[in-house]
C-alpha cells in the first residue's frame, strides 16, 4: 500500500510539477549562464514550494490553508514583484559563464567565488515565486480527489505521497539540467544575449499576469 501512494505521489509530481512559467524559464537560463547545478536547484526550489503546499492539501492543515487562501492578494503582488524583477535582471545578463559539470559534486560550484551564496540565492528566488501561489493548495486538493485521495490515510501513506510528489517534481528540473545543459556547448554569445532577452521578457509577462490575476482576487 505503502508503494502504491508513493507512486501515485510520483505520478501527481510528474503531472503537476511539468516545468511551465517563470521558474521553467528561470532554470533554463540558469543552466545557460552558470550550468546544470544552478538550474537543478533553482527547479528545487519550486519543487519545496509544492511540497509545502502538498503537505497543508495532505496533512488537512486548514490555519495555514485559510490563512495564505485569506491573504493571496497581497502574497500574489508579492510573487509579481519579484518575477518582473528576475525578469529585469535576466534581460540585463550579456555573459555566460563557464560552469561545473553537473556530474560533479555541487560542491563544485559551491566552492567558485560566491559560487555557494549564488546557489542559495538560486533556491530561495524560485522558492519565492512558486510559494506566493496560494491557489496552487486548491491545485492539490482537485487533483488528490482524482487519484482518491480523500484524507483517511494513515501518517505512513501520507509521508510516502508527498514524498512521490517531490521525487515527481526534482525529475523535471533534473531533466531540463541535463538537457539544456548539453545544449549550452553550442549556444553562442550572441544568441545567449537573444535568448536573455526574450527571457526577460517572457518573465515581465508573466509578472504582470499574476498582478492582474490578484487585482481580480
Same mark, same amino acid.
Given at each position: 500500500?505503502?508503494?502504491?501512494?508513493?507512486?501515485?505521489? &510520483?505520478?501527481?509530481?510528474?503531472?503537476?510539477?511539468?516545468? *511551465?512559467? *517563470?521558474?521553467?524559464?528561470?532554470?533554463?537560463?540558469?543552466?545557460?549562464?552558470? /550550468?546544470?547545478?544552478?538550474?537543478?536547484?533553482?527547479?528545487?526550489?519550486?519543487?519545496?514550494?509544492?511540497?509545502?503546499? *502538498?503537505?497543508?492539501?495532505?496533512?488537512?492543515?486548514?490555519?495555514?490553508?485559510?490563512?495564505?487562501?485569506? $491573504?493571496? $492578494?497581497?502574497?500574489?503582488?508579492?510573487?509579481?514583484?519579484?518575477?518582473?524583477?528576475?525578469?529585469?535582471?535576466?534581460?540585463?545578463?550579456?555573459?555566460?559563464?563557464?560552469?561545473?559539470?553537473? &556530474?560533479?559534486?555541487?560542491?563544485d560550484e559551491a566552492k567558485r567565488p560566491g559560487g555557494f551564496r549564488y546557489l542559495v540565492?538560486? &533556491?530561495?528566488?524560485?522558492?519565492?515565486?512558486?510559494?506566493?501561489?496560494?491557489?496552487?493548495?486548491?491545485?492539490?486538493?482537485?487533483?488528490?480527489?482524482?487519484?482518491?485521495?480523500?484524507?483517511?490515510?494513515?501518517? /505512513?501513506?501520507?509521508?510516502?505521497?508527498?514524498?512521490?510528489?517531490?521525487?515527481?517534481?526534482?525529475?523535471?528540473?533534473?531533466l531540463i539540467a541535463v538537457v539544456v545543459s548539453c545544449i549550452r556547448k553550442r549556444v553562442?554569445?550572441?544568441?545567449?544575449?537573444?535568448?536573455?532577452?526574450? &527571457?526577460?521578457?517572457?518573465?515581465?509577462?508573466? /509578472?504582470?499576469?499574476?498582478g492582474v490575476r490578484a487585482l481580480l482576487i
Amino acid at each position: 500500500m505503502l508503494e502504491n501512494y508513493l507512486m501515485r505521489g &510520483f505520478i501527481i509530481g510528474i503531472v503537476f510539477g511539468v516545468p *511551465a512559467g *517563470a521558474v521553467g524559464i528561470l532554470s533554463i537560463q540558469r543552466v545557460l549562464s552558470r /550550468g546544470a547545478a544552478a538550474g537543478f536547484v533553482t527547479g528545487l526550489g519550486s519543487s519545496v514550494a509544492d511540497v509545502f503546499y *502538498a503537505c497543508v492539501g495532505v496533512f488537512g492543515i486548514t490555519v495555514i490553508s485559510d490563512f495564505l487562501l485569506r $491573504h493571496q $492578494h497581497l502574497i500574489c503582488m508579492v510573487g509579481c514583484l519579484a518575477v518582473i524583477l528576475l525578469g529585469i535582471q535576466c534581460f540585463k545578463k550579456k555573459k555566460i559563464e563557464k560552469p561545473a559539470d553537473f &556530474f560533479q559534486k555541487v560542491q563544485d560550484e559551491a566552492k567558485r567565488p560566491g559560487g555557494f551564496r549564488y546557489l542559495v540565492s538560486c &533556491f530561495l528566488s524560485s522558492f519565492v515565486i512558486a510559494i506566493t501561489n496560494p491557489a496552487a493548495i486548491l491545485s492539490f486538493m482537485v487533483v488528490f480527489s482524482m487519484f482518491r485521495i480523500g484524507g483517511t490515510e494513515t501518517v /505512513g501513506e501520507d509521508i510516502q505521497l508527498v514524498l512521490g510528489i517531490f521525487c515527481g517534481t526534482c525529475f523535471w528540473w533534473l531533466l531540463i539540467a541535463v538537457v539544456v545543459s548539453c545544449i549550452r556547448k553550442r549556444v553562442t554569445d550572441n544568441f545567449y544575449l537573444k535568448l536573455n532577452r526574450i &527571457f526577460g521578457i517572457l518573465m515581465v509577462l508573466f /509578472g504582470a499576469g499574476i498582478g492582474v490575476r490578484a487585482l481580480l482576487i
